[in-house]
C-alpha cells in the first residue's frame, strides 16, 4: 500500500494553555486521531533504499541545541560495551575527553556521529561478537527498556519526538503578539528538500497506520513531555470527544456526515482492507 498524497484536509483546534493565558496550543486532531504506529523491525523499509534496517537512523540524529546534546553525552556514559556495537568507536582518544559521539552536519549543525554508514547508536542487525548481547537498533532504546524508563530520556529530542513534529508561530492580535504552539505530523513534506529524497517514509503510509490505539494516547508521554500535564490534560478531551463522534457516527445511518470529520488517509485506507 502506497504514500497517501499529503495535501489532504485536516481537523484542528486551538485551546489557551492552561498555564499561561497569553499563549496558545494548536492541534492536528487528524493525526492525534490517527492509528499510526512505528513499524520498525515489522515492515519499515527504511528511509533509504536497501536499508530497511537502518530506519530513520541512516544520517544520524541533528541535536535541537546544546542542552541536547549534553543530555545524550551524558546518557551515552551508561552503555556498555555488551549492550553497544560501537562502543570501542566511541572511546574518547584521550582518558579526560568527551565519547566521540557527536560530528557537525549539513549547516554546520551538531548531529550524532555516523559510522558505517549510520548512526553510531544504531546496532546492526546480524552482528555478532564476544561478549555482545545486545540487539539490532537504536542501543539508546535498548537502554531505557533496560533500566525501565521511557526513551525520551535517553534518545536525542528528534528521535522522541517523532512522528510528532512541535513548530511555533506568531500571531498579531491587535497590539498583542500571541505565540502559538503547533503540534501535528511529522510528515515528509517537514523535513524540507531532504525529505523528498527518501526511499520511503512512514507517517502517510498506509503500512504503518495498523496501531491498536490512536497516537494520542500511544505517544501519550511524549506528549505530555512536549506540551505539559495540564495542556495535555485539554488535548486529550478534545481528542477522546473526536473519537467518540466517529465512532458514534458510524454506527449509524448518518455515515454521510463522516467526511464532516477530516480521518486521517492512510488510517482510512488501511480500515478499508
Avoid at 155 to 180: A, H, M, N, T, Y
Avoid at 240 to 268: F, V, W, Y
Wanted: net charge negative; aromatic share 10%; hydrophobic share 35%.
Amino acid at each position: 500500500m502506497p504514500e497517501v498524497n499529503p495535501n489532504f484536509a485536516r481537523d484542528w483546534v486551538e485551546f489557551s494553555d492552561p498555564n499561561n493565558s497569553d499563549e496558545l496550543f494548536k492541534i492536528d486532531l487528524t493525526w492525534l486521531t490517527s492509528y499510526w504506529s512505528c513499524i520498525y523491525g515489522a515492515g519499515c523499509c527504511g528511509i533509504d533504499e536497501g536499508k530497511p534496517n537502518d530506519g530513520c537512523c541512516s544520517d544520524g540524529a541533528y541535536y535541537s541545541d546544546e542542552a541536547d546534546e549534553l543530555r545524550t553525552l551524558e546518557v551515552a556514559k551508561r552503555l556498555t560495551p555488551e549492550m553497544w556495537q560501537f562502543f570501542d568507536e566511541a572511546q574518547p582518544k584521550k582518558s579526560d575527553g568527551r565519547l566521540r559521539i557527536s560530528e557537525v552536519g549539513l549547516d554546520s549543525d551538531r548531529k550524532t556521529r555516523k559510522i558505517e554508514d549510520s548512526c553510531i547508536f544504531l546496532n546492526r542487525k546480524g552482528f555478532e561478537a564476544e561478549g555482545f548481547t545486545g540487539s539490532f537498533g537504536c542501543v539508546l532504546h535498548h537502554l531505557a527498556l533496560k533500566e525501565e524508563i521511557h526513551f525520551v530520556e535517553t534518545k536525542p529530542d528528534v528521535c522522541w519526538q517523532l512522528p510528532i513534529r512541535r513548530s511555533f508561530e506568531k500571531r498579531e492580535l491587535g497590539d498583542r503578539e500571541i505565540s502559538v504552539t503547533v503540534i501535528g505530523e511529522y510528515e515528509r513534506l517537514a523535513w524540507g528538500d531532504g525529505g523528498a529524497e527518501f526511499n520511503w517514509y512512514c507517517t502517510s503510509n498506509t503500512e504503518a497506520h495498523v496501531g491498536r490505539q490512536p497516537v494520542y494516547i500511544s505517544n501519550e508521554v511524549e506528549l505530555r513531555t512536549l506540551i505539559g500535564a495540564d495542556a495535555y490534560a485539554l488535548l486529550k478531551q478534545h481528542c477522546d470527544a473526536r473519537m467518540e463522534a466517529i465512532a458514534s457516527l458510524a454506527k449509524t445511518e448518518r455515515k454521510n456526515l463522516l467526511p464532516l470529520l477530516s480521518i486521517h488517509p492512510a488510517t482510512l485506507a488501511n480500515q478499508q482492507n
